[in-house]
């Protein structure tokens, strides 16, 4: 596991082992991030950056909507943001989300990626190049292949790659090109994937 880093967190006294977590939905995303932020605890120690496309012609509510289903703080992505622990931060529709070296959110208009915009690929690039091996992407159900790039882009700068299995998935296409790129550390069950961040990010007791 990645090596602690020297700043604590509000709920332990040792600091978590990673820096963030993104998380990458698409069709049938509502109901899968909701299930995994609903079994996260408050005082879960990173930051979470997710991506789901979303209709860009309509305001989104999908903050909303999560934290009604999360202790966790979740709000819509605002340029210059800085990533807090326990804050789950969504990219807003029509906007790429960025993750900088400082700590901070950068939203972005620039071209459509695969025709995406938000694109999970070009999040998790940014994710694997401001935190290298502090790093957790989750790749949730979706149709296509976005996300898949970055991924690899996660684990070659040492980070950490979970995905949801085809068989939990209500749209398997997006789990299954992530699969396929040989650059994920666990394939796990929706209601499994919860647990394993914790497990992973939490310090383990000594």
Same mark, same amino acid.
């Given at each position: 596991?990645?090596?602690? #880093? #020297? =700043?604590?967190? *509000?709920? +332990? ?6 820096? $963030?977590?993104?998380?990458? /939905? ?17 005082? @879960? ?6 991506? !789901?496309? &979303?209709?860009?012609?309509? =305001? ?8 009604? =289903?999360?202790? &966790? !703080?979740?709000?819509?992505? %605002?340029?210059?943001?800085? &990533? ?26 620039? #071209?459509? $990626? ?9 999040? @998790? ?7 290298? +091996?502090?790093?957790? /992407?989750? *790749? ?11 991924? %690899? ?7 950490? $790659? $979970? *995905?949801? +299995? %085809?068989?939990?998935? %209500? @749209?398997?296409?997006?789990?299954? /090109? ?7 550390? @666990?394939?796990?069950? &929706? ?16």
């Amino acid at each position: 596991m990645a090596r602690a #880093e #020297e =700043r604590g967190t *509000v709920s +332990d006294p040792r600091s978590p082992a990673f820096d $963030v977590v993104a998380i990458a /939905a698409s069709a049938g995303g509502l109901s899968a991030l909701g299930e995994v932020l609903s079994a996260l605890p408050a005082d @879960f120690p990173t930051a979470i950056v997710i991506v !789901q496309h &979303l209709d860009p012609r309509h =305001r989104s509510l999908m903050a909303e909507i999560l934290s009604r =289903r999360t202790s &966790l !703080q979740v709000k819509q992505a %605002e340029d210059g943001d800085s &990533l807090l622990p326990g804050t789950v931060y969504i990219a807003p529709p029509d906007n790429h989300l960025l993750v900088n070296r400082n700590g901070t959110i950068s939203l972005s208009h620039s #071209e459509l $990626v695969h025709f995406l915009r938000p694109s999970a690929d070009l999040m @998790f690039d940014s994710v694997a190049a401001s935190y290298k +091996d502090r790093a957790i /992407a989750v *790749v949730l159900t979706g149709s296509g292949k976005d996300g898949s790039l970055g991924v %690899e882009a996660v684990k070659d700068m040492g980070g950490t $790659v $979970v *995905v949801q +299995d %085809e068989t939990s998935a %209500e @749209f398997p296409a997006m789990p299954s /090109a992530a699969i396929e790129t040989g650059k994920v550390d @666990f394939v796990l069950p &929706l209601s499994e994937i919860s647990s394993a961040l914790v497990a992973l990010v939490v310090p383990a007791e000594a």
